[in-house]
C-alpha cells in the first residue's frame, strides 16, 4: 500500500501563495494518478485539481483555475500544488489523494474513486 503525507500548509495572506506537497512511501506513485481536495468547515469534501498517472492531464476544479497548478514527480514520489492569489474563500484543509490505476492518460474527478488519502494539511487566507 501506499501511504501517503501532506506538507506546506500554513497561514498566508490573501493574495499571497503556498505549494503544498504529497510524498508517497511504500510504493511508487508512477502508478497512482492523483488528486488534491479540499475541506472547508462544515462542507463536503471537493475536488481542487486532479492529475494523470502519467502527468499529461490535469483536471482543475472551477474556482481554482488559472490560480493552482498541480504537478508531479514521479522520480521523486511528489505531487505538488502550487497555489497562487489565494483567498479566504481556499482555507480548507486540503488532502491529497492516490488511485493506482493501470491508464496513464486519466484522471479522475470523484471522492469514490480514490483508495488513499493522506491526513490533510491546513490552510488558512487571511484577509
Known amino acids: 500500500q501506499v501511504q501517503l503525507v501532506e506538507s506546506g500548509g500554513g497561514l498566508v495572506q490573501a493574495g499571497g501563495s503556498l505549494r503544498l506537497s504529497c510524498t508517497a512511501s511504500?510504493?511508487?506513485?508512477?502508478?497512482?494518478?492523483m488528486g488534491w481536495f479540499l475541506q472547508a468547515p462544515g462542507k463536503e469534501r471537493e475536488l481542487v485539481a486532479a492529475?494523470?498517472?502519467?502527468?499529461?492531464?490535469?483536471y482543475y476544479g472551477d474556482s481554482v483555475k488559472g490560480r493552482f497548478t498541480i504537478s508531479r514527480d514521479n522520480a521523486k514520489n511528489t505531487v505538488n500544488l502550487q497555489m497562487n492569489s489565494l483567498a479566504p474563500e481556499d482555507t480548507a484543509v486540503y488532502y491529497c489523494?492516490?488511485?493506482?490505476?493501470?491508464?496513464?492518460?486519466?484522471?479522475?474527478?470523484?471522492?469514490?474513486?480514490?483508495?488513499?488519502w493522506g491526513q490533510g494539511t491546513q490552510v488558512t487566507v487571511s484577509s
Open positions: 489523494a492516490a488511485r493506482s490505476t493501470a491508464y496513464l492518460g486519466v484522471y479522475y474527478p470523484k471522492e469514490n474513486e480514490y483508495g488513499y
Open positions: 511504500g510504493r511508487t506513485l508512477s502508478s497512482y494518478a
Open positions: 492529475i494523470s498517472r502519467g502527468g499529461g492531464t490535469t
